[in-house]
């Protein structure tokens, strides 16, 4: 697919980002905008062997190619169709991965290494290349990390590694990096994404980008992703600015600079009974405090934020709630692990936008941590209770997760809420 042949989209000027790409239809929520084969792609060490080098699919009986001893694949089908991007480099990236340049570079350094050596052998036959070198290049110059085998102007293509590539996720747990020029070349960042990408794996074909729509997206609206995630509210301006090169001006940017302009974040208070408190008036601001009654919706940050809950404006608040959410959750008490889940589930309504993905991953967490809770629960109006929770955050869950749809390998969260929706049914 080139930029001519696109259906849902067009590519305009952008007052700053070069170009953006435009709606130029009426698009419906979970609705898919783009669906792109990616050009090149690389596993994490950790997933070597245990996933396809070519389709990247998960297999317990996959084979090791005999020339490198490096690739693993599902069967012949796969090798042959990875041979024609892989041949320029079998033969010498044994030895070449085991060399102390190799070893010496940082992992994420290794992964580019190994992604710009594919290049050695890239075909300019379907565009994606000359689509790659027309990206923007990142805002500073890093010299290419070594490759196994030359590759024909290193420098030029490396420029647009950090500002332009994409991790690849199954159930939003990443496992690989991947190029889809097609992709980079139209969507800009937002905080607050009208769209997201999900990843098809299917056995024996290169993994595809689905770019879905989280929202109903009206005709001539700009079509924006994250680039990272929004949960990083101090580090995300300052990542912009050195890895893409640009300031973030996107609602939610604007949103947390007016609370800035009143005056810094303050700290979150060390009083537990203090913090407690707090923590109450941001549930109930957002109106998850009764989960069984209240509708889930996001509420974005403005000015009008009342002042004694600004201080949960802060990355490493909503890290450490969530550290505490998943020892409770699976080590007790009960009563810990809902009240935090509950309190972050009011931070992720405040920071991510409307159906954002990983609002539902964390309502299906809380579902089950709700029945788990239910369970243990001989008082039958407090089990009562914890069943219309695990309700109201399963039908949550369902809700974002349904919308965005089935990501990566087979399983995974829609397939937990099914079998969770079961048990509640057969509960009655
Ligand atoms: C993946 S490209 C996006 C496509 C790009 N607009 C183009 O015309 O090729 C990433 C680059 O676009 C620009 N960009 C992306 N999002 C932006 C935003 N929200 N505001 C300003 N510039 C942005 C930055 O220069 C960034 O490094």
Known sequence: MSLVDLENVKLETHPTARNQAIATRPLSAGSIILSIHAFATVLFENQKSRRCDHCLTLSETLRKCSGCASCWYCDTNCQTRHWPSHKRICKRWNSFISSNE??????????????????????????????????????????????????????????????NNFTIHSHLN??????????????????????????K????????????????????????????????????????????????????????????SVGPIPDVPQDPVRLAALEYRLRTYIGVDDLEHCLLHTKPITQS???????????????????????????????????????????YLLIYPENYPQIGMHALELAKTAWNASMSMNDIVRRQHAMAQVRACLSLGRRILGLYGPEGDSGGPLTEITVLQQLVDQEG
Request: charged share 15%.
């Open 102 to 163: 190799f070893q010496a570079l940082p992992p994420h350094e290794r992964l580019d290494s190994a992604l710009l050596s594919y290049f050695a052998s890239a075909s300019s036959a379907d565009g994606q290349l000359a689509i790659f070198k027309s990206l923007l290049p990142g805002p500073t110059h890093h010299p290419p990390p070594p490759t196994c085998a030359p590759v024909e102007g290193a420098d030029i293509l490396y420029d647009r590694f950090g500002n």
């Open 305 to 347: 934020l009342p002042p004694e809950i600004r201080c949960f404006l802060k990355e490493d608040y909503i890290e450490h709630l969530s550290g505490v959410f998943s020892q409770s959750s699976h080590d007790g008490p009960y009563d810990r692990a809902l009240e935090s889940g509950t309190t972050l589930l009011a931070m």
């Open 201 to 260: 794996l299917v056995q024996g074909q290169v993994v595809t980008m689905e770019v879905v729509a989280l929202r109903d997206i009206p005709e001539e609206e700009e079509i924006c992703i994250p680039y990272l995630d929004p949960a990083l509210l101090q580090t995300r301006q300052q990542i912009f600015q050195l890895t893409y090169g640009f300031q973030c001006t996107c609602i939610s940017c604007e949103g947390l600079k007016s609370v800035k």
């Open 174 to 199: 990443s496992f690989a990096h991947g190029i889809f020029p097609l992709a980079s070349r139209l969507f800009n960042h937002s905080c607050a994404p009208n769209a997201a990408a999900r990843y």
